[in-house]
């Protein structure tokens, strides 16, 4: 229970320091999201890693949610994901995008001869 509030506590300190912080940069990521999308999946891919090696999850991972509807090769999206997840702490989140990776690899390998 203590737990609990301790969660639901830390996530509004953060909702409400995320939103000033949001509102100031609206004009950079209307520029950033007219570039991404004239890319096509790999150029986002590739851009979504840059955004993950430089700390920039929550960008990574947004960008990463658009990839994975659009690109042929899933498994690698979820690995990145799974990254991602990891580098928050969120364990259950990232086995999860693990297993389905490895899921959706498994199942490209049965297909292939």
């Known amino acids: 229970m203590i737990r609990t509030f301790s969660i639901w506590l830390c996530f509004l300190?953060?909702?409400?320091v995320a939103v000033p912080t949001m509102a100031s940069t609206s004009d950079e990521n209307?520029?950033?999201d007219e570039k991404t999308n004239t890319l096509g999946t790999k150029g986002k891919t590739e851009m979504a890693l840059d955004l993950l090696r430089q700390g920039k999850l929550d960008a990574a991972?947004?960008?990463?949610?658009q990839v994975?509807?659009?690109t042929p090769d899933p498994a690698r999206?979820?690995?990145e994901l799974g990254r991602i997840h990891e580098q928050r702490g969120?364990?259950?989140k990232a086995i999860a995008a693990?297993?389905?990776?490895i899921k959706i690899?498994?199942?490209g390998r049965r297909k292939s001869p």
């Open 90 to 92: 969120d364990s259950l």
């Open 30 to 32: 209307k520029a950033s």
């Open 105 to 107: 690899h498994e199942q």
């Open 68 to 70: 994975l509807t659009l």
């Open 61 to 65: 991972e947004q960008l990463l949610l």
């Open 13 to 16: 300190a953060v909702t409400l």
């Open 77 to 79: 999206v979820y690995y």
């Open 98 to 101: 693990f297993k389905e990776g």
